[in-house]
């Protein structure tokens, strides 16, 4: 998304609301979910907001329900999402796979908070890290970003449905509690200036459509039901008419295809913003609120001599190796503070392979990492 010379609207926005006007922008207009602490703010918008767009807000019994909704109403065209936090994720685990294997375009919001369980409602946390890339079950692959300050929340909402349109997968969005409340003053763009996708529609007529027709770009054309393209749609591993099968030829085209939608078209879903790492010596491999207290830690290392850079994830999964890959071969060190026991720094620790030192800095008692912290590891490593 450009910047242009006019700056757009100023907005006075929590990272919860820029999310709703982040997905408002980018077509949504079917919402359906449970309000669940700290993402309740992301319900109450869309509830507002939808109706004077001839949109659609549902709330539902629970957030299995909320889901289902989703891939039901995307599956008739609508441009859907859903947003909770990290029991109301657990719960919606069996739908997830679902969406992916069906391949219905649709956006999660997953407000992290701090677990197990009920766990602590109103802290912030970065332990869904994991569940968001293997929390359903079976071998998929799934697109997870990651937003850090209010900017990133509109402009991350955006992304999130183009890229689940253009590759019709579900794609998650991980935000926390320190980024969904934090309240900043963001531009809105001009709707003109924003590059909004739409799933590519079928060219044949319904009787010769293929729902799972592979391609080149090996994502299928998309009917929409209400325009006459009604095609079986399941759960189960299906040949490329939607029906199942268990012949072995099928099963391995299907999955075989659905990893070829994603994986050769890395260059367009991997995003990881860097900065001053282009002569860092020790780099921080930060995402989410953390990402801002590493961004402060690194101005202060430089002042004090300190050749600290920064690599800001914005593509969790999947993980964006082969950008990191070089930083990691030149720099003497890396830090990986995150609010988990240590989930995104193992999968730093595993594409590193001993090429360089790699440090964690994990935080569990629902408070944020401060750029003190951060700065304090910069200065001994």
Not at 368 to 379: F, G, Q
Request: glycine content about 8%; overall charge negative.
């Amino acid at each position: 998304m450009s910047r242009s010379a006019n700056p757009g609207r100023p907005c006075l926005l929590q990272g919860n609301e820029a999310i709703v006007e982040g997905a408002l922008a980018a077509g949504c207009r079917f919402f359906a979910g449970y309000p669940i602490t700290p993402a309740t703010e992301i319900s109450e918008g869309m509830s507002a907001r939808l109706p004077a767009l001839d949109g659609t807000f549902i709330q539902m019994e629970d957030e299995i329900a909320g889901l289902g909704a989703v891939i039901g109403a995307s599956l008739a065209g609508a441009k859907a999402m859903t947003a909770t936090s990290g029991p109301g994720f657990s719960l919606m685990q069996e739908n997830l796979g679902f969406a992916c294997i069906a391949e219905v375009p649709c956006v999660i919001v997953n407000v992290m908070r701090g677990g197990p369980s009920t766990g602590l409602p109103t802290h912030v946390s970065q332990g869904d890290v994991m569940q968001a890339r293997w929390g359903t079950h079976g071998d998929h692959p799934i697109i997870v970003l990651a937003v850090s300050t209010t900017w990133d929340c509109f402009h991350g909402t955006v992304r999130a449905f183009n890229l689940s349109e253009k590759y019709r997968t579900p794609v998650i969005i991980l935000a926390d509690e320190v980024v969904a409340h934090t309240r900043e003053k963001i531009f809105l763009p001009d709707p003109r200036e924003i590059e909004v996708l739409e799933r590519i529609r079928p060219s044949v007529p319904p009787e010769w459509y293929i729902p799972y027709e592979d391609n080149s770009r090996g994502v299928p054309d998309m009917g929409v039901f209400g325009d006459g393209y009604r095609y079986h749609v399941t759960g189960l591993v299906h040949d490329v008419r939607g029906f199942p099968t268990e012949r072995p030829d099928e099963i391995t085209a299907l999955v075989s295809r659905l990893h070829r939608k994603i994986n050769q078209h890395f260059p367009d879903i991997q995003t990881v913003d860097f900065f001053l790492a282009d002569d860092a010596e020790v780099l921080v491999i930060a995402y989410g609120s953390v990402a801002r207290s590493a961004r402060s830690a690194v101005i202060e290392a430089r002042e004090r001599g300190v050749k600290a850079g920064l690599a800001k994830l914005v593509t969790l999964w999947p993980f964006p190796r082969q950008i990191l890959e070089p930083f990691l071969r030149r720099v003497r060190a890396v830090l990986v503070p995150e609010l988990n026991m240590g989930q995104m720094s193992r999968e730093v620790k595993r594409v590193n392979q001993g090429m360089t030192w790699v440090e964690t800095l994990n935080r569990i008692d629902g408070n944020l990492i401060t750029p003190k912290e951060i700065l304090a590891r910069l200065l001994k490593l």
